[in-house]
């Protein structure tokens, strides 16, 4: 070996898609990758494979590549041999790279022949050699673009993989996955109907993988799946092309889902704050509060705590200190006791008749207090019609529309805003067997009622007032106390 072979080579090897017969395998080229290390009378260092990788797009994460610049920007290795240049890479910004670790005198081998990243010839060769690969990959992705162009504007759509909801059209035929599987089809319009009237994604999930329901990778469901799966254009029988409908183009058949439903379904999941999902295991979560500090307890889980006897992951609820406006983090209670307790509590309080007809009285005057809002709103919207037909006879001026419609329209907001407020407080229609109900029927409704539901039951129970966790006493035994759990009117 003469003095300008390093001693320890690394081999890289890495294939675009896995399958792909027109592709050296990754073992070949590790192969014909050490045949050339030998032939060099060096050893290899490393072997780094990254199988199924694209080299191309920038989104693609390689831990093989990564690891292989780690070791040759530190000096661990002499250098790398691929079997092609294209297999290293085809991005020229990562060859730049690669071209300023080698200032020490790396080795740069393919299969063929050798790169000196240290003259300007041998810069100049190996970027050649980079850009032509990364041209032929971005003229790849542009034949790829306007045949999925062509496709959407002839009315096919452009999958793969067959859609949950539709049949598969079989080896051998166009795979356009436009035939409905009316089976799926009825679990979509299901789901449909039921997120549509409240109910939580979690729920869902949980109830379609309780029956067997698969997505059509036969996997469970999971949270990304269902928004997936609930918001994709073809269960209206759309097409989209590049992130927008193709007009005048539809999938054959009847749809799966009306367009409103899927445009109400869309709206629904766009109008939804991004941020960490909201969990449902916890029935208190912001609903009780610190009686130290007074701020909303929250929920969280104890895997460092010895599990409950049925091996559940121990959860309690406490008051978390914040940067901002946080908690006192010196209330802690635990989940399962809690809400036991509260359970208790509310059904207590709910089978109560004197608290029944005073939520039947509340749920009357909100009532009467609506109709008496709705009634001034249709008279303020009357007078806005009005006021615009004389501006559009030119019977007024724009400026005295201006000044009649400024003030109205205020107004309007804020009978808006408070009918609301009525809407979104919690209310009951309480009914004589309502009344009537005994402890038994209110633990029975209790015990099948969702997290969701019980939370809108305790919401009932605790009109007007709050639930508060008050210190443990330090040398009381070290058990649940129910004593610490009072209810406190708001002011």
Same mark, same amino acid.
Request: charged fraction near 30%; include cysteine.
């Given at each position: 070996?003469?003095? *300008?072979?390093?001693? $320890?080579?690394?081999?890289?090897?890495?294939?675009?898609?896995?399958?792909?017969?027109?592709?050296?395998?990754?073992?070949?080229?590790?192969?014909?990758? $050490?045949?050339?290390?030998?032939?060099?009378?060096?050893?290899?260092?490393?072997?780094?494979?990254?199988?199924?990788?694209?080299?191309?797009?920038?989104?693609?994460?390689?831990?093989?590549?990564?690891?292989?610049?780690?070791?040759?920007?530190?000096?661990?290795?002499?250098?790398?041999?691929?079997?092609?240049?294209?297999? =290293?890479?085809?991005?020229?910004?990562?060859?730049?790279?690669?071209?300023?670790?080698?200032?020490?005198?790396?080795?740069?081998?393919?299969?063929?022949?050798?790169?000196?990243?240290?003259?300007?010839?041998?810069?100049?060769?190996?970027?050649?050699?980079?850009?032509?690969?990364?041209?032929?990959?971005?003229?790849?992705?542009?034949?790829?673009?306007?045949?999925?162009?062509?496709?959407?504007?002839?009315?096919?759509?452009?999958?793969?993989?067959?859609? =949950?909801?539709?049949?598969?059209?079989?080896?051998?035929?166009?795979?356009? =996955?436009?035939?409905?599987?009316?089976?799926?089809?009825?679990?979509?319009?299901?789901?449909?109907?039921?997120?549509?009237?409240?109910?939580?994604?979690?729920?869902?999930?949980?109830?379609?993988?309780?029956?067997?329901?698969?997505?059509?990778?036969?996997?469970?469901?999971?949270?990304?799946?269902?928004?997936?799966?609930?918001?994709?254009?073809?269960?209206?029988?759309?097409?989209?092309?590049?992130?927008?409908?193709?007009?005048?183009?539809?999938?054959?058949?009847?749809?799966?889902?009306?367009?409103?439903?899927?445009?109400?379904?869309?709206?629904? =999941?766009?109008?939804?704050?991004?941020?960490?999902?909201?969990?449902?295991?916890?029935?208190?979560?912001?609903?009780?509060?610190?009686?130290?500090?007074?701020?909303?307890?929250?929920?969280?889980?104890?895997?460092?705590?010895?599990?409950?006897?049925?091996?559940?992951?121990?959860?309690?609820?406490?008051?978390?200190?914040?940067?901002?406006?946080?908690?006192?983090?010196?209330?802690?209670?635990?989940?399962?006791?809690?809400?036991?307790?509260?359970?208790?509590?509310?059904?207590?309080?709910?089978?109560?008749?004197?608290?029944?007809?005073?939520?039947?009285?509340?749920?009357?005057?909100?009532?009467?207090?609506? *109709?008496?809002?709705?009634?001034?709103?249709?008279?303020?919207?009357?007078?806005?019609?009005?006021?615009?037909?004389?501006?559009?006879?030119?019977?007024?001026?724009?400026?005295?529309?201006?000044?009649?419609?400024?003030?109205?329209?205020?107004?309007?907001?804020?009978?808006?805003?408070?009918?609301?407020?009525?809407?979104?407080?919690?209310?009951?229609?309480?009914?004589?067997?309502?009344?009537?109900?005994?402890?038994?029927?209110?633990?029975?409704?209790?015990?099948?009622?969702?997290?969701?539901? *019980?939370?809108?039951?305790?919401?009932?129970?605790?009109?007007?007032?709050?639930?508060?966790?008050?210190?443990?006493?330090?040398?009381?035994?070290?058990?649940?106390?129910?004593?610490?759990?009072?209810?406190?009117?708001?002011?």
């Amino acid at each position: 070996m003469d003095q *300008q072979t390093p001693r $320890t080579l690394d081999v890289y090897a890495r294939v675009s898609r896995l399958g792909d017969e027109r592709q050296r395998s990754t073992d070949g080229q590790v192969e014909d990758c $050490t045949a050339r290390v030998n032939d060099l009378s060096a050893s290899v260092g490393e072997v780094h494979v990254d199988d199924g990788r694209s080299a191309w797009n920038p989104r693609v994460h390689r831990p093989g590549w990564d690891r292989l610049m780690a070791r040759l920007e530190s000096g661990a290795t002499g250098g790398v041999v691929v079997f092609d240049l294209a297999r =290293f890479s085809r991005r020229p910004i990562e060859g730049e790279r690669l071209i300023t670790a080698a200032e020490r005198g790396l080795l740069v081998l393919d299969s063929e022949d050798s790169y000196d990243l240290t003259t300007t010839n041998g810069k100049k060769h190996f970027r050649d050699q980079l850009n032509g690969a990364a041209f032929e990959s971005d003229r790849l992705s542009d034949r790829v673009k306007r045949g999925k162009r062509v496709k959407a504007l002839r009315g096919e759509p452009n999958v793969s993989s067959r859609p =949950f909801g539709f049949e598969d059209d079989g080896p051998g035929s166009p795979r356009r =996955f436009d035939r409905v599987r009316e089976s799926e089809a009825e679990v979509l319009r299901e789901l449909a109907a039921r997120l549509l009237a409240g109910d939580s994604q979690d729920e869902m999930i949980r109830d379609l993988n309780r029956r067997g329901v698969t997505t059509s990778y036969d996997k469970p469901w999971t949270r990304a799946g269902l928004r997936q799966v609930l918001t994709r254009p073809r269960n209206a029988g759309l097409i989209v092309y590049d992130g927008a409908v193709i007009p005048d183009k539809r999938l054959p058949g009847e749809s799966i889902l009306t367009e409103d439903t899927h445009e109400r379904i869309c709206s629904l =999941f766009a109008a939804r704050r991004r941020g960490r999902p909201v969990s449902d295991a916890y029935l208190c979560s912001g609903v009780v509060c610190c009686g130290l500090c007074g701020h909303r307890l929250s929920g969280r889980p104890r895997v460092n705590m010895k599990p409950y006897p049925d091996g559940g992951v121990r959860r309690q609820y406490w008051c978390q200190p914040r940067a901002h406006d946080g908690g006192c983090g010196r209330i802690a209670v635990d989940q399962r006791e809690l809400d036991r307790h509260i359970g208790a509590l509310v059904v207590a309080i709910l089978a109560d008749p004197r608290h029944a007809a005073a939520v039947e009285s509340a749920a009357r005057s909100a009532v009467e207090q609506r *109709q008496k809002i709705e009634a001034e709103i249709s008279e303020c919207e009357q007078l806005a019609n009005a006021l615009a037909n004389r501006l559009g006879r030119r019977e007024i001026s724009l400026i005295r529309y201006d000044a009649a419609t400024v003030p109205l329209d205020r107004r309007l907001a804020e009978l808006r805003d408070t009918l609301g407020e009525i809407d979104a407080a919690p209310s009951a229609v309480v009914s004589a067997e309502v009344v009537a109900a005994s402890r038994a029927e209110w633990e029975a409704r209790w015990k099948v009622a969702t997290v969701a539901e *019980q939370r809108a039951l305790l919401r009932q129970a605790l009109r007007g007032r709050r639930l508060v966790v008050m210190p443990a006493d330090p040398q009381a035994p070290r058990r649940f106390d129910a004593g610490r759990i009072v209810i406190e009117e708001t002011l």
